[in-house]
């Protein structure tokens, strides 16, 4: 199974919005709708942020939003804080019944 | 609070079999959830290694499952991961999590802090 695309990195300046985007195949992400996104700062664990493309896990705040459209899906972050910063991975199902992860995106805060 | 914490050797001989046990406390280990392995080779991504529920059903990477199996002690409310015959290129940070659903819907919502487990010999 391959990995998920994701973009190396993205930037933005606080209080902006960014979007990730995390593009998969009809086996994965286009056909089911079992995307979650992890946020993992520097030497800590990934931490769940969104599950089942739009859904936030208690303690996530709102600024923190999932969407898919075809066989991509998008977390956005509105309001850029510092303490956002951090890698961000997406995964899915597959239709192998196993688990894909992207290859992780680099959030700078400028 | 539900919390995880994985053990088990830092270094392990190429060729050899690498062994880790995640403990679970603040959640009983056979309530319902699937019990995840994942890996995160050093200054690279995640790799889900396989996830397992408290019957024995078993899900695995299909790059991996020729060398991993994955096991669940109810009675001790832990579950572990084998790997066999390792090389450098298995040397990476261990975690194990809580998937509170069908174990492959890449949902883990809570996380072990991690384990660095180096292969050399």
């Known amino acids: 199974q391959s990995a998920l695309t994701q973009p190396p990195s993205v930037s933005g300046s606080p209080g902006q919005s960014v979007t990730i985007s995390c593009t998969g195949t009809?086996?994965?992400?286009?056909?089911?709708?079992?995307v979650s996104w992890y946020q993992q700062p520097p030497g800590t664990a990934p931490k769940l942020v969104i599950y089942?493309?739009?859904y936030r896990p208690s303690g996530v705040p709102d600024r923190f939003s999932g969407s898919k459209s075809g066989n991509t899906a998008s977390l956005t972050i509105s309001g850029l804080q510092a303490e956002d910063e951090g890698d961000y991975y997406c995964s899915s199902y597959t239709s192998s019944t196993t688990v894909v992860f992207g290859g992780g995106t680099k959030l700078t805060v400028l | 609070q539900v919390q995880l914490q994985e053990s088990g050797p830092g270094l392990v001989k190429p060729s050899e079999t690498l062994s880790l046990t995640c403990a679970v406390s603040?959640?009983?280990?056979?309530?319902?959830?699937?019990w995840g392995w994942i890996r995160q080779p050093p200054g690279k991504g995640l790799e889900w290694i396989g996830s397992?529920?408290?019957?024995?059903?078993?899900y695995y990477n299909p790059s991996l499952k020729s060398r991993v199996t994955i096991s669940v002690d109810t009675s001790k409310n832990h579950f572990s991961v084998k790997l066999s015959s390792v090389t450098a290129a298995d040397t990476a940070v261990y975690y194990c999590a809580r998937d509170p659903y069908g174990g492959t819907w890449g949902h883990f919502d809570y996380w072990g802090q991690g384990t660095l487990v180096t292969v050399s010999s």
């Open positions: 603040g959640c009983s280990i056979s309530s319902g959830y699937y």
């Open positions: 397992i529920y408290h019957s024995g059903t078993t």
């Open positions: 089942e493309v739009s």
């Open positions: 009809s086996s994965d992400v286009g056909s089911y709708n079992r």
